[in-house]
């Protein structure tokens, strides 16, 4: 149908979250893909990884002029990240809503943030917040390589008679 043909069109949107190093050190990892895949969203890349000094002065760029730079390098440094690529229909905005406002304070019960976070100093996750900055930042963390295309399949992963 046209409404089917439509929603699989719009479904390419792609966005960068990442469960910050101290959203792994909670144990949090878990908790985190779970919403997304609740949401109904597609995991197309995952990868966890210390970040290199390079790739966080890049993917921190905007914010390089800030009081607070040395020590957001620092806190992104101090352990390994779980970076990851969701797909799907608004899948920038609807992340941003997700992972709830900036400052844990005024996150929302209910987001990431705003359930698991008490300081903007250790905010547990981080999403891209908009569609030209989520291509920027997902081509900074994966190689094309390692972003994976796949379709739902139909039941033959369920049984086979
Ligand atoms: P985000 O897109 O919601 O993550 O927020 P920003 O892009 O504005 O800031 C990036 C990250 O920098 C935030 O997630 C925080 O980890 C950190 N940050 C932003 N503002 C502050 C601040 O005022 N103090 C501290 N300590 N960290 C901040
Ligand atoms: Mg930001």
Same mark, same amino acid.
Do not use: C
């Given at each position: 149908s046209a409404f089917y043909s439509s929603v699989v069109a719009g479904a390419q949107e792609r966005t960068l979250v990442a469960v910050k190093p101290d959203g792994v050190q909670r144990r949090l990892v878990g908790d985190i893909i779970k919403r997304f895949e609740q949401r109904g969203f597609k995991l197309v890349g995952l990868k966890m990884l210390q970040a290199s000094e390079s790739t966080l002065a890049d993917h921190y760029h905007d914010l $390089? $002029?800030?009081?607070?730079y040395p020590s957001l390098i620092r806190y992104m440094a101090s352990g390994p990240v779980v970076a990851m690529v969701w797909e799907g229909h608004n899948v920038v905005r609807s992340s941003r809503f997700m992972v709830g406002d900036t400052d844990s304070a005024q996150a929302k019960p209910g987001t990431v943030r705003g359930d698991f976070s008490v300081h903007i100093s250790r905010n547990v996750v981080h999403a891209s917040d908009s569609v030209e900055v989520a291509e920027r930042e997902i081509s900074l963390w994966f190689h094309s390589a390692e972003l994976v295309n796949w379709e739902n399949s139909d039941q033959s992963d369920l049984y086979q008679v």
């Amino acid at each position: 149908s046209a409404f089917y043909s439509s929603v699989v069109a719009g479904a390419q949107e792609r966005t960068l979250v990442a469960v910050k190093p101290d959203g792994v050190q909670r144990r949090l990892v878990g908790d985190i893909i779970k919403r997304f895949e609740q949401r109904g969203f597609k995991l197309v890349g995952l990868k966890m990884l210390q970040a290199s000094e390079s790739t966080l002065a890049d993917h921190y760029h905007d914010l $390089r $002029r800030k009081p607070f730079y040395p020590s957001l390098i620092r806190y992104m440094a101090s352990g390994p990240v779980v970076a990851m690529v969701w797909e799907g229909h608004n899948v920038v905005r609807s992340s941003r809503f997700m992972v709830g406002d900036t400052d844990s304070a005024q996150a929302k019960p209910g987001t990431v943030r705003g359930d698991f976070s008490v300081h903007i100093s250790r905010n547990v996750v981080h999403a891209s917040d908009s569609v030209e900055v989520a291509e920027r930042e997902i081509s900074l963390w994966f190689h094309s390589a390692e972003l994976v295309n796949w379709e739902n399949s139909d039941q033959s992963d369920l049984y086979q008679v």
